[in-house]
């Protein structure tokens, strides 16, 4: 029998995505949002807009596009806007990130050019390699909470938006973690008023967009939304919230082969991870502190999806070491080099080399797109608090308290388009397969 759909209110109107920086990830996905509405490029890489669903039975072919099955927001109906610590247009930010082509960019530049960011929360201590003019000032944290609760009621009232959605796309801070201050929304609110340092730049925006019931996606892997009274303060208020850090390069990779190593029982010795890279991200990474952020986000991938206490045998002490090298030359243009020792039958030693030369946001830009419009989605079918099945786009995914994130890629799409099917009222597809044979 079928199952009831949810309830999902029509994606009517204007949808505002407020980004949280305006560096190489933000501008490569405005820049590439104007691009595909003026049919100059196709949006590679996103599953709102290319994926499709299979419904019912193998037999019955029914497949139409996720966004021909389930109401997301058009591409036309999408408003932008952003803060940063600089004062650079999203055409002069996009000029120097230097991910697109200057060609595609003039094609686009009006638009680009019309984005202008508001100034950013920002505090040197959490990301010290970055200097900006274009930040906030006020008494204490509160204050500045209260100064982006203002500008995002504004911006949505200006844009004439009927709904808003917040990314955080900027750099990612200095390691952090879950201490007194952020166990409860009471705690967290008098550490508003004290400044307290525990309170990081993202902590606050996160803060902002749930009090405003804007849905919040993590694409850092810093502490943020992800402490109790945040998670709490969005199931209480109906906000859906997600993350965190893009999952774009080397992590992708290792999400892929990892299950595949796993599913023949082939056995880790070590996983080497270097990677090579030039843009802000690189020059922010270079710092230990906010390394260390980015360390623990890319090391616990491989633990979770090969279940050493499961198969010991096979997994119990692999070694893991992950590097990351700020090399200007490189620019956005990242690169990931693998070293992955493994055995087989009766323990005879293999190894595999992995060399990828992506390009970060040109993987990440698509990624923030499919949030934006599924958060929105999440929150006009009533779905509050952590969106689990949003796991497949993040690194570190966030999950209940107490209940480890699943890593592996092909678990987490099944995952997501069961929710897809969930939320329509169609059958969950679990792949068995014998009603074709009886």
Same mark, same amino acid.
């Given at each position: 029998?079928?199952?009831?759909?949810?309830?999902?209110?029509?994606?009517?109107?204007?949808?505002?995505?407020?980004?949280?920086?305006?560096?190489?990830?933000?501008?490569?996905?405005?820049?590439?949002?104007? +691009?595909?509405?003026?049919? *100059?490029?196709?949006?590679?890489?996103?599953?709102?807009?290319?994926?499709?669903?299979?419904?019912?039975?193998? !037999?019955?072919?029914?497949?139409?596009?996720?966004?021909?099955?389930?109401?997301?927001?058009?591409?036309? %109906?999408?408003?932008?806007?952003?803060?940063?610590?600089?004062?650079?247009?999203?055409?002069? =930010?996009?000029?120097?990130?230097?991910?697109?082509?200057? %060609?595609?960019?003039?094609?686009?530049?009006?638009?680009?050019?019309?984005?202008?960011?508001?100034?950013?929360?920002?505090?040197?201590?959490?990301?010290?390699?970055?200097?900006?003019?274009?930040?906030?000032? $006020?008494?204490?944290?509160?204050?500045?909470?209260?100064?982006?609760?203002?500008?995002?009621?504004?911006?949505?009232?200006?844009?004439?938006? %009927?709904?808003?959605?917040?990314?955080? =796309?900027?750099?990612?801070? *200095?390691?952090?973690? #879950?201490?007194?201050?952020?166990?409860?929304?009471?705690?967290?609110?008098?550490?508003?008023?004290?400044?307290?340092?525990?309170?990081?730049? #993202?902590?606050?925006?996160?803060?902002?967009?749930?009090?405003?019931?804007?849905?919040?996606?993590?694409?850092?892997?810093?502490?943020?939304?992800?402490?109790?009274?945040?998670?709490?303060?969005?199931?209480?208020?109906?906000?859906?919230?997600? $993350?965190?850090?893009?999952?774009?390069?080397?992590?992708?990779?290792?999400?892929?082969?990892?299950?595949?190593?796993?599913?023949?029982?082939? /056995?880790?010795?070590?996983?080497?991870?270097?990677?090579?890279?030039?843009?802000?991200?690189?020059?922010?990474?270079?710092?230990?502190?906010?390394?260390?952020?980015?360390?623990?986000?890319?090391? &616990?991938?491989?633990?979770?999806?090969?279940?050493?206490?499961?198969?010991?045998?096979?997994?119990?002490?692999? &070694?893991?070491?992950?590097?990351?090298?700020?090399?200007?030359?490189?620019?956005?243009?990242?690169?990931?080099?693998?070293?992955?020792?493994?055995?087989?039958?009766? /323990?005879?030693?293999?190894?595999?080399?992995?060399?990828?030369?992506?390009?970060?946001?040109?993987?990440?830009?698509?990624?923030?797109?499919?949030?934006?419009?599924?958060?929105?989605? +999440?929150?006009?079918?009533?779905?509050?608090?952590?969106?689990?099945?949003?796991?497949?786009?993040?690194? +570190?995914?966030?999950?209940?308290?107490?209940?480890?994130?699943?890593?592996?890629?092909?678990?987490?799409?099944?995952?997501?388009?069961? !929710?897809?099917?969930?939320?329509?009222?169609?059958?969950?597809?679990?792949?068995?397969?014998?009603?074709?044979?009886?």
């Amino acid at each position: 029998m079928v199952a009831k759909g949810v309830d999902i209110a029509p994606a009517e109107g204007k949808l505002g995505v407020l980004l949280v920086g305006l560096g190489a990830v933000s501008t490569t996905l405005v820049a590439g949002v104007e +691009a595909i509405k003026r049919g *100059i490029s196709e949006p590679v890489g996103s599953l709102t807009q290319m994926g499709t669903i299979r419904l019912g039975k193998r !037999t019955e072919n029914r497949s139409p596009k996720i966004k021909d099955f389930v109401p997301i927001a058009e591409l036309e %109906d999408i408003v932008f806007g952003a803060w940063d610590i600089f004062d650079d247009n999203a055409f002069d =930010a996009a000029m120097n990130a230097g991910v697109l082509e200057k %060609d595609l960019l003039n094609q686009v530049s009006e638009q680009l050019a019309s984005l202008k960011p508001m100034p950013a929360v920002f505090e040197q201590n959490y990301v010290k390699r970055l200097h900006g003019e274009n930040v906030k000032t $006020g008494k204490n944290k509160m204050e500045l909470a209260e100064q982006l609760i203002e500008e995002i009621a504004k911006f949505k009232s200006d844009n004439g938006c %009927d709904r808003l959605v917040m990314v955080w =796309a900027a750099s990612t801070e *200095i390691f952090l973690e #879950s201490s007194a201050v952020h166990e409860t929304i009471e705690s967290f609110e008098k550490g508003l008023y004290d400044s307290d340092p525990a309170i990081s730049p #993202s902590m606050i925006y996160a803060y902002a967009a749930i009090k405003s019931g804007v849905p919040f996606a993590n694409g850092a892997p810093n502490l943020t939304a992800d402490i109790p009274a945040l998670t709490k303060l969005a199931e209480d208020l109906g906000v859906p919230i997600c $993350g965190k850090d893009f999952k774009t390069g080397q992590t992708l990779m290792k999400t892929i082969l990892a299950p595949g190593l796993k599913s023949r029982m082939l /056995g880790l010795d070590g996983w080497y991870s270097t990677n090579i890279l030039g843009n802000r991200d690189g020059e922010v990474l270079d710092d230990p502190e906010n390394f260390k952020t980015k360390e623990e986000s890319k090391l &616990s991938v491989l633990e979770h999806i090969l279940q050493p206490d499961v198969y010991p045998d096979l997994y119990e002490g692999f &070694s893991h070491v992950v590097r990351i090298n700020y090399y200007p030359p490189r620019g956005d243009n990242k690169e990931g080099w693998d070293s992955v020792d493994i055995f087989g039958w009766l /323990g005879y030693k293999m190894q595999i080399k992995i060399d990828f030369l992506c390009r970060d946001s040109i993987l990440a830009a698509p990624l923030a797109l499919d949030l934006a419009l599924f958060l929105d989605l +999440a929150q006009r079918a009533g779905m509050k608090g952590i969106q689990e099945w949003l796991s497949f786009y993040f690194k +570190a995914p966030q999950t209940a308290p107490g209940l480890y994130p699943e890593h592996d890629l092909f678990i987490q799409l099944m995952k997501l388009k069961n !929710t897809l099917r969930h939320m329509r009222g169609e059958d969950l597809i679990t792949h068995l397969g014998l009603e074709y044979y009886d």
